[in-house]
């Protein structure tokens, strides 16, 4: 008899069938095209004062001053985790965005210019390496861009597939080319200030108060939030 689970299992050894492939091949859109102008689109930092922005980031953050990141969890339920982890770490004292995207659309307001919805229309805030758990990545200059929204199936957090692969391939790469000194100058910066055994006393350290499975996908986060951005 034929029940659903074996619905499930013939499915799952089947060939995916993906929108974005049928209307590349169909040449409703021009794929090479949408790439790569979208990536000439791209609004970001001047390269002339991504240096004096970036230092003002690490100024802030070594005098533990206007420390910004993204809250954590649904509807920022590990927010406090994050806070005290920072604290217990790093002896910071971190900010959470509530609205989550703030601190990014002013700093990208202000170094372009440009204004959504008010001087453009159908862009909207892109963190090009992720990391927004991570005060000195979140409003970092080579980290936010404005992107058209037309390619948010490729960049969105709910997008799959191979495209997603190659496009979010293509853009971290079209950013390292513009900002690769100040990428590099941050990879360094963590390098030294980064500890995955003391992540660990640290987490272990706040098991009671929030429990091991808690703590135990924050600790996942964390390491990718301090990973290196390698190319």
């Known amino acids: ?23 590349f091949d169909e040449n409703i859109i021009d794929k090479e095209r949408l790439f790569t102008r979208s990536l000439e ?17 690490l100024e802030r953050w070594e005098t533990n001053s206007n420390l910004v990141v993204r809250s954590m969890g649904r509807q920022g339920n590990k927010s406090d985790i994050l806070i005290d982890f920072y604290r ?7 900010i959470i965005d509530r609205t989550n995207n703030a601190a990014p659309r002013r700093m ?14 159908n862009y909207q805030i892109a963190h090009v390496f992720g990391r927004t758990k991570n005060p000195l990545t979140f409003v970092a200059p080579w980290n936010i861009v404005l992107i058209p929204k037309i390619v948010d199936p490729f ?43 003391k992540l ?21 986060q964390l390491l990718y939030e301090f990973e290196l951005i390698k190319m």
């Not at 008899?1 to 209307?23: A, G, P």
């Not at 990208?108 to 229309?121: P, Y």
Request: net charge negative.
């Open 88 to 94: 217990e770490y790093f002896g910071k004292t971190v």
């Open 155 to 197: 960049t969105g957090h709910e997008a799959r597939g191979d495209y997603v692969v190659e496009y979010s391939k293509l853009l971290k790469d079209f950013i390292y080319r513009k900002y690769g000194l100040q990428i590099n100058a941050y990879n360094e910066y963590i390098e030294k200030l980064w500890d995955t055994e």
């Open 108 to 121: 990208i307001q202000i170094w372009t210019g440009e204004q959504i919805n008010i001087t453009i229309q």
């Open 1 to 23: 008899m034929f029940s659903e689970n074996n619905f499930f299992t013939l499915n799952y050894y089947m060939t995916i069938k993906d929108s974005y492939q049928q209307l």
């Open 41 to 57: 689109m791209i609004i970001s930092c001047p390269i002339a004062t991504v240096d004096k922005d970036w230092n003002e980031i």
């Open 200 to 220: 660990a006393e640290i987490i272990i350290g706040l098991r009671d108060k929030y429990g091991e499975k808690e703590l135990s996908q924050v600790e996942r």
